[in-house]
T-cell receptor, first 112, second 114 residues
Framework: GNSVTQMEGPVTLSEEAFLTINCTYT??????LFWYVQYPGEGLQLLLK?????DKGSNKGFEATYRKETTSFHLEKGSVQVSDSAVYFC???????????FGTGTSLTVIP | GAGVSQSPRYKVAKRGQDVALRCDPI?????LFWYQQALGQGPEFLTY????????KSGLPSDRFFAERPEGSVSTLKIQRTQQEDSAVYLC????????????FGPGTRLTVL
């Protein structure tokens, strides 16, 4: 079946530190992969996505590369800011697009 | 409005009551998803509509849960005879197309069953 496993939090970093949030997946076929972000008091927002192997999604300084060989889609950012404090969810869509599977979320707190 | 809206934002129900949760997707969006999100967890898929057709309802936890989208726009998630374990945030999301499309989420309805 399809599933997503992501790094457990919470994660606390100092401003300008390097961020990695690990995400691995199990899927039938070739799913699309996503990172969603939920800022405090707000709804889920799409951060970035990749639809095929070796694609790199990027947005707001965040990047993630679809690695089929390691079934991973790790989220990275070179220099985090306080405003990046949020909960980050890794997700995949089934090949048909009928179902989405989310990880449990990783809470990030960036301190000045 | 420009985004997905859900109502009510908060609902308190006594155990055994029926509830109806509404979702207004972004106009023109073909796909609509319902999710259940327990505290501290990621969203769990419940059901999927493509226009008015419910193509997947494999995530509905029991036959007390029912969803419809009769005209291919607004959707309602109904929970009959609510139980305490139904307490969660119910999220609706829509996307413009099918398969691999990015979803736009509503703010959710927080359901508390006493």
């Amino acid at each position: 079946g399809n599933s997503v496993t992501q790094m457990e939090g919470p994660v606390t970093l100092s401003e300008e530190a390097f961020l990695t949030i690990n995400c691995t997946y199990t899927a039938t076929g070739y799913p699309s992969l996503f990172w969603y972000v939920q800022y405090p008091g707000e709804g889920l927002q799409l951060l970035l996505k990749a639809t095929k192997a070796d694609d790199k999604g990027s947005n707001k300084g965040f990047e993630a590369t679809y690695r089929k060989e390691t079934t991973s889609f790790h989220l990275e950012k070179g220099s985090v800011q306080v405003s990046d404090s949020a909960v980050y969810f890794c997700a995949l869509s089934s090949v048909t697009g009928n179902q989405f599977y989310f990880g449990t979320g990783t809470s990030l707190t960036v301190i000045p | 409005g420009a985004g997905v809206s859900q109502s009510p934002r908060y609902k308190v129900a006594k155990r055994g009551q029926d509830v109806a949760l509404r979702c207004d997707p972004i106009s023109g969006h073909v796909s609509l998803f319902w999710y259940q999100q327990a505290l501290g967890q990621g969203p769990e898929f419940l059901t999927y509509f493509q226009n008015e057709a419910q193509l997947d309802k494999s995530g509905l936890p029991s036959d007390r849960f029912f969803a419809e989208r009769p005209e291919g726009s607004v959707s309602t998630l109904k929970i009959q005879r609510t139980q305490q374990e139904d307490s969660a945030v119910y999220l609706c999301a829509s996307s413009l197309e099918v398969a691999s499309s990015s979803q736009y989420f509503g703010p959710g309805t927080r359901l508390t069953v006493l």
